[in-house]
């Protein structure tokens, strides 16, 4: 819908809303406005991160010089081959790896794809994956459409705040690590930011001989990463999520693991993933991988760490009863999934938009009506969480380029659109526009 200047309509939300209630909307110029503009203030920054002008320049650039198929022999194909490794080298550069080890994706989820069956693929006797409860769609969707072909997933016990207990692991490997193909657990949770203890499942992992994949889609680009230091077979990210270009990711393999390309026909990536490289893309994530290891090398995310503490404290102190979901737990600097009873995330969300701030929503309503958050209801009841009323979760996630004033603003936004929302009742008068919702879409946090 397209409002003229300053007018005013109502619509009712759709009913898997559960609550009913109808939203006044008042355009201000009648176009949509882009998140940097009139001041918005953008926290959704785990869905996906906008590009530095550095990397939009390196992919401009690309595109209009080094365009050509970097598979030829000839010398325009090699000069994109040529800028197409320097970018491999900086990406193995990022995580401590060798450029050989690093294979180009369209991104996190064929990454994550082509790592679990690899695994399954490389040891057909092999049908038992061991994952977490709380991993991104890329891997629960996956290991639910393999169960058809006789794959068995093993969920080991975890906290309340979704962390794998790595002992849980060794007893599942001591008891049948001759049936299993791989375990993955990811680094940090998507939604709530919670760190797994990948080290130590890493190390049982090695002890048992099995290989061991983690989704750091959520990690790379973001915290320090050196696989050198680590047991790990395989790892897996985006690079849009650290600034790079959407339509590029990384699947990491040490070397000597077999990687069963998803994607056949043509040999590119060393017989790994067919298909022409996407050069201008691949060129801009190596630019992506440059800076995040120079900002991560300046210790910038130890920087960051106490502007998530003093937003989720100014929450708090604002709006009694809310509380951190996972707080208890290890979490990464950009995440914070905050819990607010009694209300309809979807409904915050739509008055957080309209005064200016971007998030997502991960929600669990009483209703049972909304597609409930898969990682809220894994970890269990939170503290502030009331049985058999709406939990409005929603995950403010912010990037290295995040400022302390605007979070302050958006803790300012949060408060005031709380408060409306608990204040708002429906019209009296006819509605306007009515959607009817034939399906209930997922609401979870994506990326």
């Known amino acids: 819908m397209v409002l003229g200047q300053g007018q005013t309509t109502w619509f009712e ?19 949509v406005l882009m998140a940097e503009e009139q001041g918005r203030i953008y926290l959704d920054h785990n869905a996906t991160t906008r590009q530095t002008p550095e990397v939009t320049a390196a992919v401009m650039e690309c595109m209009e010089r080094f365009w050509a198929n970097p598979s030829s022999i000839h010398l325009a194909g090699q000069l994109a081959r040529r800028r197409m490794e320097e970018a491999r080298g900086q990406v193995a550069s990022l995580i401590g790896a060798e450029p050989d080890e690093i294979v180009f994706t369209s991104g996190g989820s064929e990454s994550v794809n082509v790592a679990i069956r ?6 057909p006797e092999k049908r038992v994956v061991v994952t977490s409860e709380v991993e991104h769609s890329a891997v629960r969707e996956l290991l639910e459409v393999l169960a058809a072909d006789g794959v068995e997933t093993i969920h080991p016990r975890k906290s309340r705040t979704g962390r794998v207990d790595p002992e ?15 375990v993955t657990v990811m680094w940090a949770n998507n939604e709530t930011g919670v760190i797994e203890p990948i080290e130590e499942i890493a190390e049982i992992c090695d002890q048992f001989g099995v290989p061991f994949h983690s989704d750091a889609t959520q990690w790379i680009g973001k915290m320090p990463t050196d696989v050198g230091k680590l047991p790990v077979t395989m790892l897996s990210c985006a690079g849009h999520k650290f600034h790079g270009p959407k339509g590029t990711g990384v699947l990491w393999a040490r070397r000597g693991t077999l990687v069963k390309p998803c994607v056949i026909g043509g040999g590119q990536e060393q017989g790994r993933r067919g298909g022409t490289e996407h ?44 509380c ?3 707080a208890t737990g290890p979490r990464i600097w950009s995440t914070s999934s905050i819990g607010f009873p009694d209300l309809e995330a979807e409904l915050l969300l739509l008055v957080m938009s309209e005064r200016g701030l971007d998030a997502s929503a991960g929600s669990a309503c009483s209703s049972g009506a909304l597609n409930n958050s898969v990682i809220l209801e894994a970890m269990g009841r939170q503290p502030c969480q009331i049985p058999e ?7 403010f996630s912010w990037c290295r380029e995040t400022t302390k004033d605007e979070l302050e603003r958006a803790a300012k936004i949060i408060a005031d659109a709380v408060e409306a929302v608990r204040n708002i009742k ?15 879409p997922d609401y979870s946090p994506k990326g």
């Not at 991988?289 to 989720?312: C, I, K, S, V, Y």
């Not at 429906?426 to 209930?440: F, Y």
């Open 426 to 440: 429906p019209p009296t008068g006819p509605i306007l526009t009515k959607k009817e919702s034939g399906s209930v």
């Open 13 to 31: 939300l759709p009913s898997f809303l559960h609550c009913g209630l109808c939203v006044c909307v008042r355009s201000g110029t009648g176009s």
């Open 389 to 395: 009323e709406p939990y409005g979760s929603v995950r």
């Open 168 to 182: 849980a692991v060794r007893e599942i490997l001591s008891q049948r690590s001759e049936e299993v193909a791989l």
């Open 324 to 326: 951190v979901n996972g």
């Open 279 to 322: 050069v201008s893309g691949i060129v801009g994530l190596g630019v992506a991988a440059a800076q995040a290891e120079t900002w991560l090398t300046d210790n910038g995310h130890e920087r960051m760490l106490p502007l998530r503490d003093r937003f989720e404290a100014g929450i708090r102190e604002a709006i009694p009863g809310t």
């Open 118 to 123: 690899s695994a399954l693929g490389s040891a």
